[in-house]
């Protein structure tokens, strides 16, 4: 019984949150959230990840290029097969008891399931990933991909396409895929120097 009332009150708190940000919208920020979820936009930024990694890594940028992208590819795919697919959780804005009550742009709402996030779980793997291999020499860098991981996931709950707890969700995981990833590929990388293979 109170593990049932704790559950029932984290999904009022949920939808408390994900109707006070989808409410507090307007004609600027509709245009705003919705060019941020595009992931178009966000080409000068990766476009910015791959010259640091020449810049700082020169011929091992490689190394660092195969990590972010196999972050991105594997936060994707577990997002997809491991949570949504499983969990099947309607996003609230297919979610029969929320009909009519959300703000939607453009009519826009995505596949039936929205847990957890692949936009915030995909942008937390490529921004953990960016801070591990450049946070160090560029400080101003963990800012910058904090802003992009946060921003891609708040915009989400703007839009109503997913409910706070689909993007933290993302979030927690995308995180620990990309310091996983990361990690990995520098001790991968280590042992090829280590032992003189090309």
């Known amino acids: 019984m109170i593990t049932l009332n704790i559950l029932q009150t984290l999904k009022d708190i949920d939808i408390t949150l994900l109707m006070s940000i989808n409410g507090a919208n307007n004609s600027f920020f509709d245009a705003v959230m919705y060019t941020i979820s595009n992931k178009f936009i966000w080409i000068p930024l990766y476009l910015l990840l791959l010259w640091l990694s020449w810049k700082l890594y020169g011929k091992q940028a490689l190394w660092v290029i195969v990590a972010i992208i196999l972050s991105v590819v594997l936060a994707d795919l577990v997002s997809v097969h491991l949570f949504k697919n499983v969990f099947q959780r309607y996003r609230p804005c297919h979610n029969i008891d929320l009909q009519g009550l959300l703000h939607l742009v453009n009519d826009k709402c995505g596949g039936k399931f ?63 895929l990309g310091m996983g990833i990361s990690i990995i590929v520098i001790r991968v990388k280590r042992y090829f120097v280590k032992n003189n293979i090309p």
């Open 114 to 176: 929205g847990f957890i996030s692949s936009h915030a779980c995909n942008t937390a793997a490529v921004a953990t990933s960016a801070i591990i291999f450049f946070g160090k020499k560029h400080k101003w860098l963990i800012v910058v991909m904090a802003l992009y991981a946060l921003l891609n996931s708040y915009s989400r709950v703007y839009l109503g396409v997913h409910f706070p707890s689909d993007v933290l969700a993302g979030m927690i995981v995308g995180i620990l």
